[in-house]
């Protein structure tokens, strides 16, 4: 039995040193790969072009916006989606080649992301099982058009892979922690731009209710001082979303 055509999907920006071991991965596995660039200048370009990748040069739109933009350009209905950050592991993908043998029994698949923190993988709190939708029909599934946190939306319930979608960022915690607080630039305006307003009570409760979530009861303790780490910034930045949102209608209040 012949397997579907797959494209995979990706949008870079400047990641020459780490999307060939993404690629390699996934290689023997897809029949065409997409590659949507907003304005790379380290080689990432001609490091793709090298594997076969189609390149569209796009100014970036947001996460979703440009995720969804480089969909649109895939050659198959099913498509792979991942950050040049990330690979699959032989067993994930065994698993995707056997899921498209024939007719698969969902529209959408989520992979389970093992995320790299503090030199570690880690396989609890937020950092593992972090379950995300990657492999789906584009004609029942899309990304959303969220400009940061997007994720997939699909028909009915997604079906689950076996094997770890690795995230390797291997960031050092300076570049994360700028990360973390461009994001919640982008979360607070979204919030201000829909009218949410919240109380001074949510600077308190939202980092608590987010550290007891991860840490406690989903066992990020058990990750040592690394899962202590992420999901201690995880639960500061939850506060500084509402912080940076409250001085945003302060601004706009004349307060």
Request: overall charge positive.
């Amino acid at each position: 039995m012949s397997q579907l055509k797959l494209s995979l999907v990706l949008i870079t920006h400047n990641a020459a040193d780490q999307l060939a071991a993404c690629l390699d991965s996934a290689r023997d596995l897809v029949d065409d790969i997409i590659l949507v660039d907003s304005g790379s200048n380290d080689g990432t370009q001609a490091l793709a072009e090298g594997y076969g990748a189609r390149i569209i040069a796009q100014p970036f739109l947001g996460f979703g916006p440009q995720k969804r933009l480089a969909v649109s350009h895939a050659l198959h209905d099913w498509v792979l989606c991942l950050d040049a950050d990330e690979r699959l592991t032989p067993e994930l993908l065994a698993s995707i080649r056997q899921t498209l043998q024939g007719s698969p029994t969902h529209s959408a698949f989520r992979l389970a992301r093992r995320n790299r923190f503090f030199g570690r993988y880690l396989g609890h709190g937020e950092g593992y099982p972090d379950w995300n939708i990657r492999l789906f029909d584009r004609r029942a599934a899309n990304w959303t058009e969220d400009m940061v946190h997007e994720y997939v939306r699909c028909q009915g319930e997604p079906g689950s892979l076996h094997g770890d979608l690795l995230h390797d960022s291997a960031e050092q915690i300076g570049s994360y922690i700028a990360k973390q607080n461009r994001y919640t630039d982008i979360q607070a305006e979204l919030l201000f731009k829909t009218g949410k307003r919240f109380g001074a009570a949510k600077l308190f409760t939202s980092p608590l209710a987010r550290f007891i979530r991860f840490y406690l009861l989903r066992g990020g303790w058990r990750d040592g001082a690394a899962g202590f780490a992420h999901i201690a910034i995880g639960s500061f930045f939850a506060m500084i979303k509402y912080a940076k949102l409250m001085e945003r209608w302060r601004q706009h209040d004349g307060r």
